[in-house]
């Protein structure tokens, strides 16, 4: 594979017309972090966009951060911190999971990153602004800006959110960023069953407390934290007098579910790290790793269903919404997808993504949500407008027709 490291923006859209004329499929990576995402690589090229960092513009009283696509997000999130603001969308680590370093702002967008402040604040689609990039016969564009209220017709920089680079090469981002709280707390539930755990996530969710966390670890995992039973948290952030108040009511609404333990600053930022970056299940690095996206009510059933076939382990994040499933590479052939997808199915409503398994299973096995007809449709005619050559991340999302 040839490997093409342009300096700027305009050498990237050099390299993709070139792909484009030759007719050579192209993948993009930034830092690489999310490199075992999706499929194997098969492509002929590789842009390398490691070159293209750095914060272009940052307006702290304007709320506004630009950056270049393989800025690491390290470094923005270091930034902010300075000054007092955050990413509100609390953007994943896949380091845990693959051991391959912290990612770059293009890449939060590009796989549509979120962590436990999704319940709360949305994921990354939902604080981009604008954005430039190159589209699949090697124009460069741009969409968006940097003020909130600036889109008429298609809003192209969030249609990009989630795309993994199959629709365009984006070499600049304009994000919306955020006040830091100025403290956080945790409202520990132990020992709850994952049913039990949900219910009281959902109450919590639905309590005026304003909630911005809401996962369950069962035992394993909490045991992985440092936990001696299941764990069900609830975090509250913001100024100290109106976090303790919230966290009052908060305790007495849930007392019938369990009594309430309160997590101090340090650790409720040591716990909602590992629970966004799924620690307690990604240490065990031969286990096959499923993100599963469901109603809330839905997740225990699903991980249920699939454990009493497969066994393995399981978190929850977004109340319950979200599941996170470590089973062992022996437990079926297809890593368990077929199970796992036809729990989900039975739900009526949500999908399920294979995160981490090897590369053969990856490359025989769909690992994201084969989409319904309408919507494979929409997809197709979306790439032939953005990509009619099929050069860009040719595989990645599925195999290669």
């Given at each position: 594979?040839?490997?093409?490291t342009?300096a ?6 050099e390299?993709?017309a070139?792909?484009?004329a030759?007719?050579?499929?192209l993948?993009i990576v930034g830092?690489?972090s999310k490199a ?11 842009l ?23 800025t690491p997000?390290a ?6 911190a300075?000054?007092?603001?955050e990413?509100?969308f609390?953007p994943?680590?896949?380091?845990a999971?693959?051991g391959?370093g912290r ?6 967008l590009?796989a549509?990153?979120?962590g436990?402040?999704r319940?709360?604040?949305?994921a990354?689609?939902?604080?981009i602004?604008?954005?430039?990039a190159i589209?699949?016969?090697g124009?460069?564009?741009?969409a968006g800006?940097?003020v909130?209220k600036n889109?008429t017709?298609?809003d192209l920089a969030r ?6 680079g199959?629709l365009?090469v984006?070499t600049?981002?304009?994000f919306?960023v955020?006040p830091?709280?100025q403290?956080?707390t ?11 755990a ?5 109450a ?5 407390v ?5 996962a369950h670890?069962p035992a ?15 975090r509250?952030?913001g100024f ?7 966290f009052d009511r ?5 007392a019938d579910?369990?009594?309430g ?7 409720t930022?040591?716990?909602w ?10 240490q ?13 009510t839905?997740?225990?059933a699903?991980?249920?269903?699939v454990?009493?076939?497969l066994?393995?382990?399981a978190m929850?994040?977004w ?5 996170w499933?470590?089973?062992d590479?022996?437990?079926a052939?297809d890593?368990?997808a077929?199970?796992v997808?036809g729990a989900?199915?039975v ?12 590369d053969e299973?990856r490359?025989?096995a769909?690992v994201?949500q084969?989409?319904p007809?309408?919507l494979?449709?929409?997809s ?5 407008q953005?990509?009619?050559?099929s050069?860009?991340e ?8």
């Amino acid at each position: 594979m040839t490997t093409l490291t342009p300096a700027d923006a305009a050498e990237a859209a050099e390299a993709v017309a070139q792909a484009a004329a030759d007719r050579a499929s192209l993948s993009i990576v930034g830092l690489g972090s999310k490199a075992a995402l999706g499929r194997p690589w098969n492509a002929e090229r590789r842009l390398d966009l490691s070159r293209l960092s750095g914060v272009t513009t940052y307006e702290p009283a304007e709320l506004v951060l630009c950056a270049r696509a393989a800025t690491p997000l390290a470094e923005i999130e270091a930034l902010l911190a300075a000054n007092e603001q955050e990413l509100a969308f609390e953007p994943m680590s896949f380091d845990a999971l693959y051991g391959a370093g912290r990612g770059s702002i293009g890449g939060a967008l590009m796989a549509n990153l979120s962590g436990p402040r999704r319940v709360k604040a949305g994921a990354a689609r939902d604080h981009i602004l604008g954005l430039k990039a190159i589209d699949g016969r090697g124009a460069a564009y741009k969409a968006g800006g940097t003020v909130v209220k600036n889109v008429t017709g298609y809003d192209l920089a969030r249609g990009l959110a989630g795309s993994y680079g199959a629709l365009a090469v984006v070499t600049e981002v304009n994000f919306k960023v955020l006040p830091r709280a100025q403290t956080a707390t945790t409202l520990m539930l132990p020992g709850l069953a994952p049913k039990a755990a949900v219910a009281a996530l959902c109450a919590a969710m639905g309590a005026p407390v304003d909630v911005s966390g809401a996962a369950h670890l069962p035992a394993y995992a909490a045991k992985a934290l440092g936990f001696p039973a299941p764990a069900t948290l609830l975090r509250l952030e913001g100024f100290s007098p109106s976090v303790d108040e919230r966290f009052d009511r908060l305790r007495a609404q849930l007392a019938d579910f369990a009594a309430g333990e309160r997590l101090d600053a340090q650790e409720t930022e040591r716990v909602w790290r590992a629970v966004r970056d799924v620690v307690p299940l990604a240490q065990a690095r031969e286990k096959i790793i499923w993100r599963v996206s469901v109603a809330p009510t839905s997740g225990p059933a699903v991980a249920a269903a699939v454990q009493r076939t497969l066994g393995g382990e399981a978190m929850f994040d977004w109340s319950g919404g979200l599941v996170w499933l470590a089973l062992d590479p022996d437990a079926a052939p297809d890593g368990g997808a077929e199970l796992v997808r036809g729990a989900v199915a039975v739900q009526e409503g949500g999908h399920a993504t294979l995160i981490r398994a090897s590369d053969e299973l990856r490359a025989r096995a769909p690992v994201f949500q084969p989409p319904p007809p309408a919507l494979e449709a929409l997809s197709r005619r979306l790439k032939a407008q953005f990509d009619p050559w099929s050069i860009l991340e040719r595989g990645r999302l599925r195999a290669a027709s």
